[in-house]
């Protein structure tokens, strides 16, 4: 038991709490043996969710947590108030060392106030960025930052970039990943001031392997490995991603139930199409880890089902196991 992945679960948070949260660590524990899941929230709930399930009763742990903590509260005030809430117990757990990780699908804003202020940054990082890992024609890249830090600094994305080629290296197995810092043309004098002033401390930076300018409509072909920008950007080009992603399936959906040709046609290519679909899913590759804590914080979308709740989790164990966070601080250490 001793050599398991610890990782306290938010139970509570999300649109499909407690249902498919309990349902997707059920599916970590059956999928992986390297796993213990401290579920954290009401406790009579979760016993009853954990009622329906056939599962390791030995590495499943229930830490009761009376109080939650909505979408819409205040995320500072509502961590400083609401102790025996499912967020700020389930951190606890991780800043004490009871567990190596957080997952949660509730309130981003608590879970990155949480991130700082009670688990805390490596020492020399400035900034914790949200960064998860996008579906591309060449496979994956990593987009960080995609919601932490809107008003970033020049030195704030070259560590972005430092934390991020480590991530991509011992997450993903890329050797020197590439690094592309999102601007609106190739051309190194393009850009807005932030850009312009971080072009050259990434092209002089001896820790990555940076190509320079990316832009937007390339991200999907893979242009790079670890796409940098600060989290206004990188929000948007996610939530830009994944409405095309949506709306493309339903418009792919609406053709093929056209007409009867296009039904017959739609049923020979269904086998094909559900796996390119599939490569193409964002909750295969769970969360968006919050790198640079002292601690493993994951966050996953406030709508998540059970699929991505148990990626995440198995996302947990890949990265304590290829000890990310202490890879991290060395690279950052290297600054001093």
Partial sequence: MADLVRVALDAMGGDNAPGEIIKGAIDALNESDKV????????????????????????????????EIEMAEPP???????????????????????????????????????GQVIIGRIKGVERSPLAPLIPTEKGVSLLIDCGANVDARPSHLVQFAKMGSVYMKNFCGIQNPTVGIVNIG?????????????????????????????????????????????????????????????????????????????????LLIKPTLKNVLKDYSMDRYGGAPMLGLTGLVVKTHGSSKAVEIKNSILQCVTFTEQNIAEKIKESISTEN
Avoid at 186 to 203: I, Q, S, W
Avoid at 243 to 249: I, P, S
């Fill in 36 to 67: 213990k899941i401290f579920l954290v929230g009401k406790e009579q709930v979760i016993k009853d969710e954990l009622s329906k399930y056939t599962y390791d009763e030995n590495r499943i742990e229930i830490v009761n947590a009376t109080e």
């Fill in 76 to 114: 500072v005030m509502a961590i400083r108030t609401k102790k025996d809430s499912s967020i700020v117990k389930a951190m606890f757990l991780v800043k004490h060392g009871e567990c190596d990780a957080y997952v949660s699908a509730g309130s981003t804003g608590a879970t990155l106030v949480g």
């Fill in 186 to 266: 190739a051309e190194e004098e393009k850009g807005n001031a932030l850009v312009k002033e971080t072009f050259p401390l990434l092209k002089n930076c001896p820790d990555i392997n940076f190509i320079g300018s990316v832009e937007a409509r390339d991200i999907p072909n893979g242009v790079c490995d670890v796409i940098v920008c600060e989290a206004f950007t990188g929000n948007v080009i996610l939530k830009m991603y994944e409405g095309v992603a949506t709306t493309l399936l339903k418009v792919v959906k609406k053709g093929l139930m056209s007409n009867l040709r296009a039904k017959i046609g739609g």
